[in-house]
């Protein structure tokens, strides 16, 4: 069975953030040194069977915040209807994103997917038009498109720990955005690619082939840390904390 269940070991590291000593960062060495990639187009069977060719881009993408959605919009406004199959759609008085049944803003869904893919006989090129917007302009795709569409299926999470001595920090966890991390309708993906053995085929681990992600979650001066422990981490020979996704070597 290609999909591993994440009752594994896992290795994590714990260090405070060169840029604000009220951070301490854990990071799963686990999953940042294991060999994922996207597959998109090229195996990726999509969350749901049902719609193998959209990936996970069925349900459209919720909003982090006001600044999240404005960012997107700023380049919105720069697709033309070669880059982007649904532009029309678009530009109708709907606009290009709706309100779920919590009253959360995120990408209108069309034709089962969000609005912004666009489908394998399209001329402009199939996959996300905002992505592929980005690599024809030379931008980023980080910087163009919703925060939760390229942080997937990486995970920030922010919590307050207390020392015990009255003092307390804020830890920053980077790991993997696991099918829990959908809530209970995670366990109802027909596919999911983290745990996937078949994603699991990255030429560099995931702190370098990830690497503007992460800098853009922790910053500069935190992923140089990363990348010394991360590095450390690989060179311990037998190690057992290998995602046990990853191909044997």
Known sequence: MPEVLLDFPRAYTEFTDPADATQVFRCDLTWLTSRWTCIFGQGC????????DSGCCTLGAHFSDDDDRDRV???????????????AEGHEPEGWTETDEDGDLKTRVVGG???????????????CALHG??????????????????????????RDVDRGDGTTYTEVEIGEYVRAGWGPGGHDLDWYCSSNTEAHVGREP????????????????????LVRLCEEHLSVPGRSTRHAADPTR
């Not at 997917?113 to 996959?127: L, V």
């Open 45 to 52: 069977k999509g969350i749901y069977a049902t719609a193998p």
């Open 206 to 225: 995931v702190y370098v082939s990830n690497a503007d992600e992460l800098v853009a979650l922790m910053g500069e001066g935190a992923y140089e840390v």
């Open 113 to 127: 997917a969000c609005i912004f893919h666009n489908d394998r006989d399209f001329a402009g090129g199939y996959g």
């Open 73 to 87: 919009a700023t380049f919105v406004d720069q697709l033309g209807p070669d880059d982007w199959q649904h532009h």
């Open 133 to 158: 917007w980005a690599l024809g302009h030379d931008v980023k795709p980080h910087e163009v498109k919703p925060d939760v569409c390229w942080q997937l299926p990486m995970r920030r999470r922010f």
